[in-house]
């Protein structure tokens, strides 16, 4: 990542000059390069699109019946469409009664990832778009398949501390995957989002 935590979070304050001044004072860079740099090479689309795919990314989580972690995904172009979208659950017509979704070995092996069924419902070619998921970065799983589609940036929040127990082995593998299959991942401050 080539933008600092600090840097991220004066961009999506508003206070994209700032972030602008430390890049340039950190990589010795002209005002413009240090622009371009964040905007062509950090960020495909505009701060304040991301923002609202990661808003959109989060209503979507919450349509999970997933008793424990609700996820949701958005997929876009590099023109600010959205392409699909997604969140976990149950395959279609399986019933999802409340027993199933108590049960974690059942819901460990029925449950399909926001990231899985946002791909699958694009039924289109994924080249260089974008993957927007909340509230974490897509599992090692679905990381693996991220990297079979395409799909050249993912944008996720830092993973909350309740959430690190849990996902933080996945979430190092993941970024690992990202890393050495030449995906840019782009982690934001949960503060962002009012977290
Ligand atoms: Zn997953």
Same mark, same amino acid.
């Given at each position: ?26 990589? @010795? *860079? ?5 622009? $371009?740099? !964040? ?10 699109? +991301? ?57 460990? @092996? *029925? ?5 899985? $069924?946002? !791909? ?10 974008? +993957? ?64």
């Amino acid at each position: 990542m080539l933008l600092t935590k600090k840097e991220l979070k004066l961009i999506f304050s508003d206070n994209v000059s700032t972030a602008v001044q430390s890049v340039r004072d950190r990589h @010795n *860079l002209s005002f413009e390069d240090a622009m $371009n740099m !964040i905007h062509n090479e950090v960020f495909q689309i505009k701060p304040s699109w +991301i923002k609202r795919f990661m808003e959109q990314a989060k209503l979507i989580a919450s349509w999970s019946k997933d008793p424990s972690t609700k996820c949701g995904a958005v997929i876009t172009d590099n023109k600010c469409r959205i392409v699909s979208e997604g969140f976990n659950g149950f395959p279609q017509r399986f019933p999802d009664k409340p027993y199933l979704l108590y049960n974690r070995e059942m819901k460990y @092996n *029925l449950t399909v990832h926001s990231e899985i $069924n946002a !791909i699958i419902f694009a039924n289109k070619p994924l080249n260089d778009c974008i +993957i927007f998921s909340w509230p974490m970065i897509p599992c090692c799983r679905c990381a693996a398949v991220i990297c079979q589609t395409g799909i050249s940036c993912v944008i996720y929040p830092e993973l909350s501390a309740d959430l690190k127990e849990r996902w933080g082995k996945s979430e190092k593998l993941s970024k690992e995957i990202f890393d050495k299959c030449g995906i840019n991942h782009i982690e934001l401050p949960l503060s962002i989002f009012g977290e």
